[in-house]
């Protein structure tokens, strides 16, 4: 009888935390499209064909390359040019990198090296902002934001398009952009 009591208490620990981890991820967050203006963004990416599922590891790597070459970038990004549901996973296309937070002209001399340079020029999108506390969060807005901006998508009568993760890590905040095509 001890035992069925400590396995219930363990259990009841166990339930509390993973509730609390997934409470936190945003899984319980309440989420709306909005449409407005974002933009300009000066990127620096890596253009990728494959799993999405690989997009931290690029973004890891070009934060890298920046930091080393004293170029300052607080948020990454991704812009998933294929639907994965209807696409194979290795066909997947996608652009991966981070924004630089104040451009100037020492971005245009990182033109020899491995990574592109453009400008995100300003557009309307429609945008759903998440919370950014944990990876888990990464997967709850997931989740949550596409199936949304597609309803949103269709009930506004716009085109299919782009989509476009924004990562504002000093803000703690995740932003999913579809782009208004009309």
């Known amino acids: 009888m001890k035992i069925l009591k400590y396995l219930l208490i363990v259990l009841l620990v166990f339930l509390i935390a993973a509730g609390v981890i997934v409470w936190k991820a945003g899984f319980f967050t309440s989420i709306s499209v909005k449409e407005q203006t974002m933009g300009p963004y000066t990127v ?3 253009e990728h064909q494959g799993d999405y599922a690989m997009a931290g590891v690029i973004q890891k790597k070009i934060y890298d390359f920046l930091i080393e070459k004293e170029i300052e970038t607080t948020k990454g990004f991704g812009i998933y040019l294929d639907d994965p549901g209807s696409v194979d996973k290795e066909l997947l296309r996608s652009e991966i990198g981070c924004i630089v937070d104040h451009p100037g002209t020492e971005i245009y001399n990182l033109k020899d090296d491995p ?5 995100i020029v300003r557009g309307k999108y429609m945008v759903i902002e998440f919370p950014f506390k944990n990876q888990l969060s990464i997967l709850a807005g997931i989740m949550r934001a596409y199936p949304k901006l597609e309803q949103h998508r269709i009930e506004q009568g716009y085109a299919k398009s782009y989509s476009m993760e924004i990562y504002d890590v000093p803000n703690e905040k995740i932003f999913y952009l579809m782009e208004i095509g009309l």
Do not use: F
């Open 44 to 46: 620096v990416y890596e």
């Open 115 to 119: 990574y592109k340079i453009r400008e």
